[in-house]
């Protein structure tokens, strides 16, 4: 079963930088794509962006380039860096994982809270 484990969330003022971090595990092969995603109050959760195992990366059309992902493929770790974080930003985030190229099969962390005030 896969599980994926996401860390570095917590309170941030503004203007601040911010690095969540993800480990998948139970998992013995590279994870194809491993992305975030992210749930602010009242709306339904989007993309944030994501990056396959061959490095490409794609981003939400929200999200502006204040976001970052990378990945650690020996790690099988994800993360994103969010610089100049803004009070819009605060929400739960969730790393997901589709594994397998050819597969929709999505695997979901489960979730930490960004919570961005002064």
């Known amino acids: 079963q896969v599980q994926l484990v996401e860390s570095g969330g917590g309170l941030v003022q503004p203007g601040g930088s911010l690095t969540l971090s993800c480990a998948a595990s139970?998992?013995?092969?590279?994870?194809?794509?491993m992305a975030w995603y992210r749930q602010l109050p009242g709306k339904e959760r989007e993309l944030v962006g994501g990056v396959t195992s061959g490095g490409t990366a794609d981003y939400g059309d929200s999200v502006t380039d204040r976001f970052t992902i990378s990945r650690n493929n020996a790690k099988k770790t994800v993360s994103l860096k969010i610089d100049n974080l803004e009070f819009e930003d605060s929400g739960v985030y969730y790393c997901?994982?589709?594994?397998?190229?050819?597969?929709?099969?999505?695997?979901w962390g489960q979730g930490t809270q960004v919570t961005v005030s002064s």
């Open positions: 139970g998992v013995t092969f590279i994870p194809y794509y």
């Open positions: 997901s994982t589709r594994p397998i190229k050819s597969s929709a099969q999505r695997y």
